[in-house]
């Protein structure tokens, strides 16, 4: 049985970047990830909402920044230069996530998953996919699908 589990565990290795936002760290599958860059002023857009820090010029593609720590609804980032903006893609979709700073890259089988307590706000447990609890750090694991602004924009329209 242990023989068996342990072979399918590590068949499902995933590897995530794990990014501190405040106080907590919380990570994203690397799949997702296109590229990690320095903070850069984003254009702010009219009538936007708040966790919608503008967008920036990508190499000629309008990148649309995610200011996750108000997006998770612990309050707006002042950006500054130490911080980093993480690029993500899911499908169609591009954005930005700005983050306090980037930890490292952790490599974990679906078994180090834990389900996202009840006690979360319900905000926290829409985007967080579930709990890693890795050399004594509890970090979450973000649902893209959720975070990203597009189907939100149009709810708020």
């Not at 169609?92 to 180090?112: K, N, P, R």
Request: glycine share 8%.
């Amino acid at each position: 049985m242990s023989e068996h589990h342990n072979r399918r565990a590590s068949d499902r290795i995933r590897e995530l970047i794990a990014f501190r936002v405040g106080e907590q760290e919380f990570c994203v599958d690397i799949m997702s990830v296109r590229e990690i860059r320095g903070w850069t002023p984003a254009t702010p857009l009219p009538h936007a909402q708040k966790f919608m820090r503008g967008v920036i010029n990508l190499r000629g593609t309008v990148l649309p920044i995610v200011d996750l720590s108000a997006r998770l609804g612990f309050g707006l980032t002042t950006p500054e230069a130490r911080h980093v903006i993480i690029v993500v893609r899911l499908g169609e979709q591009e954005a930005g996530l700005l983050v306090d700073a980037v930890c490292d890259i952790l490599s974990v089988t679906e078994d180090m998953l834990q389900p996202t307590p009840n006690v979360a706000s319900d905000t926290v447990r829409s985007f967080i996919r579930g709990i890693l609890a890795v050399e004594g750090r509890m970090i979450g694991l973000i649902g893209l699908e959720r975070i990203l602004p597009d189907q939100y924009e149009a709810d708020a329209a």
